[in-house]
């Protein structure tokens, strides 16, 4: 009695486009008239329907939250990630190639990808029926011809940098796969193809509409994520595939984010939620109420649970039941169950109501046949005080059904806008050649034809254009690393060869974690057991064993830091880029202590000192938010036995020294100077057994 009046409107559109555009018009017309986006869900039966309708509302910049996971998976930002995430896990997978270099990242054409297939095919035909394993085909792949550029003469100079530039990524993630998290490996996606700047670059709606995506894709990353170890990129894979579209896999209750935004979510998800505004679309026979290709029987079908071990009013079958009379009671068991889900999408609703639906489904191909209104559909439609918002005519079956053509706002040279100058093209090829010619365009116009052309359908060769390398790149452990070996720093940073996960590296890292969140005021969740964090079942609070123990026995543990674990990044004269992230800065004499805690016990070694001298530039350089400090002090703080800080005061003298050591090394590194140079290092480097020099030195430096 306490709802107050409400409304309930059906409507039949021509096909799912128009539909979902009808939905989009109903949402951004509430919203004009005072209602929030968080205040409006769309509530779908199938995933597969989710697309369309995310497409039309973000046309309209509406900011959308696609809460199921099967629908997020069609969703561009996310379907990328997933794309490299298929691509490291499957070298093969041309599909997940393709979406990458053709997309707006790397711009490729046909015509630059078919110079790939030409090499792939030409190894194919140079290898003897004898040396050929059918059972591992396809025996080389594009991503191979990526090692091989040099031998791909016709290939633009546009065309190579791209494939430089996706193959260098490549190497950095499928090297990072080895030893990340899918969590981890999922954000060093994103931040390495510099999603996350793209973000930025969107409108309000459209940011906010992918963060909310990306989050909730991390989310489920984090949820695979174990606490130790890291779980199989294969299978979250095909989980990922299960999930495409079938929502009986995700009962699980939605939880939204909070932010201002129209939920998508299915109809299994939105138990226990409400919203002022509910559209329910696709409201078709056999889609809701659903139809089931195959009903759960655990008599005959072993994957379903024993009707004994259940608790939602089993059917009553057991091994007497024929096969016929089973089928029966299963249909109408099926039936209520999805009647008790209409029930539940129609009540999600405190206020408004609109049912939809429409002739034609099938994105791109139409089904062949026309849908009709469901029974749900009809059932709301004849209950009395629904309002009819209108039934379109079926019209003849669409060659396609997509996002339609949509008019932007008119640009320089034309008037109604690129869309609509496209479909005059489309309809009159010579159009276009015309209207350039009338604006003295013509010769121009022509070029780009041929340019274009070439590049999509590779009709003829590109001339070669001037190459734009980006601004090379390294961390302040890839300037320790020169330090040591610039043919280490080679194989780690430039041509990365994989490495084997390091236990102490992991240790390290849990030990940096658990500093970092003491330094923040919270507790780790570590600490309310430390044998499984340490497995030396050292406790807690022991200086001699536990690094962490000697962190917390020493002053540090006590000071509160200016800055915790602070990323930063600084030019160099050679062009060449330094980033790098600090353990943490405290308040000392006045001035700065820039900190780097080490887990293990000191170690001389002069590369070891180009980690100071990177931070105290940084402190020079780089504004961190906070007052310049008056005096400065670097300090590695060894953590293995007990607290053995080695602090460094930062002169003028010194600070130049440092700058100096930095910019050397930058220097090397955009010239390409990268020669061995054999030392201790050699002892504990991971290349050193298939790099001669190093193995030569190691030889007559036995002890």
Same mark, same amino acid.
């Given at each position: 009695p306490a709802a107050g009046e409400g409304s309930v409107g059906v409507r039949w559109a021509t096909d799912a486009v128009a539909e979902a555009d009808w939905i989009a018009d109903q949402i951004e017309r509430l919203s004009d008239e005072g209602t929030r986006w968080s205040d409006m869900a769309v509530l779908f039966r199938k995933n597969r329907h989710i697309a369309l309708v995310h497409d039309a509302l973000v046309e309209k910049e509406i900011p959308v939250e696609v809460v199921n996971l099967g629908g997020l998976l069609s969703i561009p930002e996310v379907a990328d990630?997933?794309?490299?995430?298929?691509?490291?896990?499957?070298?093969?997978?041309?599909?997940?190639?393709?979406?990458?270099?053709? &997309?707006?990242? !790397?711009?490729?054409?046909?015509?630059?990808?078919?110079?790939?297939?030409?090499?792939?095919?030409?190894?194919?035909?140079?290898?003897?029926? =004898?040396?050929?394993?059918?059972?591992?085909?396809?025996?080389?792949?594009?991503?191979?011809?990526?090692?091989?550029?040099?031998?791909?003469?016709?290939?633009?100079?546009?065309?190579?940098?791209?494939?430089?530039? !996706?193959?260098?990524?490549?190497?950095?993630?499928?090297?990072?796969?080895?030893?990340?998290?899918?969590? =981890?490996?999922?954000?060093?996606?994103l931040d390495t193809t510099g999603a996350w700047r793209d973000i930025e670059a969107m409108g309000p709606a459209g940011r906010l509409t992918a963060r909310l995506n990306l989050h909730r894709f991390l989310d489920l990353t984090e949820e695979w994520s174990p606490l130790e170890g890291r779980p199989s990129l294969s299978a979250f894979l095909a989980h990922l595939s299960l999930m495409d579209d079938n929502p009986a896999e995700e009962l699980d209750a939605a939880r939204l984010s909070g932010e201002d935004a129209v939920a998508l979510v299915t109809v299994h998800r939105s138990k226990g939620l409400e919203w002022d505004v509910v559209f329910i679309p696709a409201a078709a026979k056999g889609t809701f109420p659903a139809t089931s290709s195959g009903f759960d029987d655990p008599i005959r079908r072993a994957q379903f649970l024993p009707y004994e071990w259940r608790l939602d009013d089993p059917p009553e079958i057991d091994e007497t039941t024929s096969e016929k009379e089973a089928r029966e009671i299963l249909r109408g068991y099926h039936l209520r169950q999805e009647w008790r889900v209409a029930y539940v999408g129609v009540t999600r609703a405190r206020h408004r109501l609109y049912l939809s639906g429409s002739h034609w489904y099938g994105v791109p191909t139409p089904t062949v046949n026309p849908s009709v209104p469901g029974e749900l559909y009809e059932l709301v439609a004849g209950?009395?005080?629904?309002?009819?918002?209108?039934?379109?005519?079926?019209?003849?079956?669409p060659e396609v059904l997509r996002a339609g053509w949509r008019a932007p706002t008119p640009d320089p040279l034309f008037t109604e806008g690129w869309t609509a100058a496209l479909r005059q093209g489309i309809a009159d090829p010579e159009w276009a050649g015309r209207y350039a010619a009338a604006r003295n365009l013509g010769d121009s116009f022509e070029e780009r034809v041929a340019e274009y052309q070439a590049r999509l359908f590779d009709l003829e060769s590109l001339a070669d254009e001037p190459a734009h390398p980006t601004p090379a790149g390294t961390s302040v452990t890839g300037l320790v690393t020169y330090a040591a070996c610039p043919k280490r720093h080679y194989w780690s940073e430039v041509d990365r060869l994989p490495r084997r996960p390091a236990p102490a590296a992991r240790h390290g890292v849990a030990v940096h974690r658990r500093i970092e969140l003491h330094s923040l005021g919270q507790v780790p969740l570590t600490d309310l057991d430390a044998a499984s964090f340490d497995p030396t079942g050292?406790?807690?609070?022991?200086?001699?064993?536990?690094?962490?123990?000697?962190?917390?026995?020493? =002053?540090?543990?006590?000071?509160?830091?200016?800055?915790?674990?602070?990323? !930063?990044?600084?030019?160099?004269?050679? &062009?060449?880029?330094v980033r790098g992230r600090i353990d943490a800065i405290y308040p000392r004499d006045g001035g700065w202590e820039i900190v780097d805690f080490k887990s293990g016990s000191r170690r001389e070694q002069p590369w070891f000192d180009v980690q100071l001298q990177a931070y105290a530039v940084a402190a020079d350089r780089v504004d961190f938010g906070l007052e310049p400090p008056k005096t400065l002090t670097a300090t590695f703080a060894y953590l293995s036995g007990g607290l053995d800080a080695r602090r460094v005061t930062v002169d003028e003298e010194w600070m130049a020294g440092a700058a100096a050591a930095v910019e050397g090394i930058a220097a090397s590194i955009a010239a390409g100077h990268f020669d061995p140079e054999p030392s201790q290092a050699c002892r504990t480097c991971e290349f050193a057994r298939f790099c001669p020099p190093g193995s030569d030195w190691l030889a007559t430096h036995p002890d």
């Open positions: 990630v997933r794309a490299w995430m298929r691509l490291i896990e499957a070298p093969q997978d041309g599909p997940a190639l393709l979406r990458i270099l053709m &997309g707006r990242r !790397f711009a490729l054409g046909l015509g630059d990808v078919v110079h790939l297939t030409r090499w792939v095919r030409g190894q194919a035909s140079s290898t003897s029926e =004898e040396e050929v394993d059918h059972e591992r085909l396809p025996r080389h792949t594009m991503i191979e011809a990526l090692d091989h550029l040099d031998e791909l003469a016709e290939l633009p100079n546009r065309a190579r940098s791209a494939l430089e530039r !996706f193959g260098a990524e490549y190497r950095i993630l499928l090297e990072a796969a080895q030893g990340l998290t899918l969590s =981890e490996l999922t954000r060093t996606i209950l009395d005080g629904v309002e009819d918002l209108g039934h379109d005519p079926q019209g003849d079956r050292a406790a807690v609070g022991d200086p001699g064993r536990d690094p962490y123990g000697a962190y917390l026995e020493s =002053e540090y543990a006590r000071l509160r830091p200016l800055l915790v674990e602070t990323p !930063f990044q600084y030019p160099t004269e050679s &062009g060449v880029t």
